[in-house]
């Protein structure tokens, strides 16, 4: 007997756990390095990078679509209202109503269909964190926002005849509403047991920023002032529409947009464990 073999046959009946760098370790060790455990960050521009890509050539017509119609709304409202702090929120609910129309709407109806075409499943087996699919497909999303919101605003404080002085404060005002939209349009769209469901919820979500958006809320009943207060995108509005006057209360601006923060985090991280659920079943 070559006792080379006895040696050997005497290591296999060894325990891998007590052999250094056993064999345990070793397909461990292999295994990370097959596939290794993908981090937030690069997940998340990638996701990004994709569905801008994905969204450019479908989402830039309904993005002319929620501009015109924010413009629209202004004009109608320009024969009722003349001035002063009516007009200062016409115009910041019509800029903000733009970031409602594609963060909210559209990111619902996207999630939806994500999910009844199985589309989740195809996100559940590439190495990519779930917040990371959430928060890129809602920073693609929102990044359509920018130049409609900037054109209605520009359009609403030419019609009205209100300053630009402070227009820099959108570089605030659209990423934290649209967080704090794109993250209930997400869930909304995750929960939704149904696509159908999932398109009339973003639609309500829609015309209740345009119903308690623009509307000056002077002129609300007291019990949909209430409910005012509940949508995230009236903070928003709230904030842009402080700065048109000539000396803006900074303090209230930035408490306003500090709600939109908050509220942004908190959706998001419910629309991220929406995707979970989802993802699962």
């Known amino acids: 007997m070559d006792p080379n073999e006895g040696e050997l046959r ?9 052999l250094p760098g056993g064999a345990l370790a070793v397909e461990e060790q292999g295994a990370a390095e097959l596939s ?43 024969g009722v209202v003349d001035g002063g702090g009516e007009a200062r929120a016409v115009v910041a609910g019509s800029a ?8 909210l709407n559209l990111l619902a109806q996207y999630f939806g269909q994500l999910r009844a075409n199985g589309g989740l499943d195809h996100y559940a087996t590439l190495p990519v964190p779930p917040a990371a699919v959430v928060l890129g497909a809602a920073g693609a999303y929102a990044s359509f926002t920018v130049p409609g919101t900037v054109v209605t605003a520009v359009f609403g404080c030419l ?17 934290l509403a649209g967080a704090a939209l794109a993250g209930l349009g997400a869930a909304l769209g995750l929960l939704a047991p149904r696509p159908e469901f999932a ?3 973003g639609q309500l979500g829609m015309s209740a920023a345009l119903l308690l958006g623009v509307l000056p809320a002077e002129r609300l009943p007291e019990v949909v002032r209430l409910a005012r207060d509940l949508l995230p995108s009236t903070y928003g509005v709230e904030a842009f529409a402080r700065t048109f006057g000539g000396d803006p209360d900074w303090a209230l601006v930035l408490g306003d947009l500090a709600v939109c923060a908050v509220v942004g985090v908190i959706s998001l991280a419910v629309a991220t464990w929406a995707y979970r659920r989802a993802a699962v079943r």
Do not use: C
């Open 199 to 201: 398109t009339l919820l």
């Open 159 to 175: 019609l009205f005849g209100l300053p630009m002085t402070h227009l820099w404060v959108l570089v605030a005002v659209i990423p």
């Open 10 to 18: 005497d290591v296999s009946v060894v325990s891998a756990d007590v």
């Open 36 to 78: 290794p455990r993908a981090r937030l960050w690069p997940s998340l521009v990638a996701v990004y990078r994709a569905q801008l890509s994905r969204a450019r050539v479908a989402r830039i017509p309904l993005l002319f679509v929620a501009t015109f119609q924010s413009i629209g709304i202004m004009i109608l409202m320009r």
């Open 96 to 103: 903000v109503l733009v970031v409602a129309f594609v963060a």
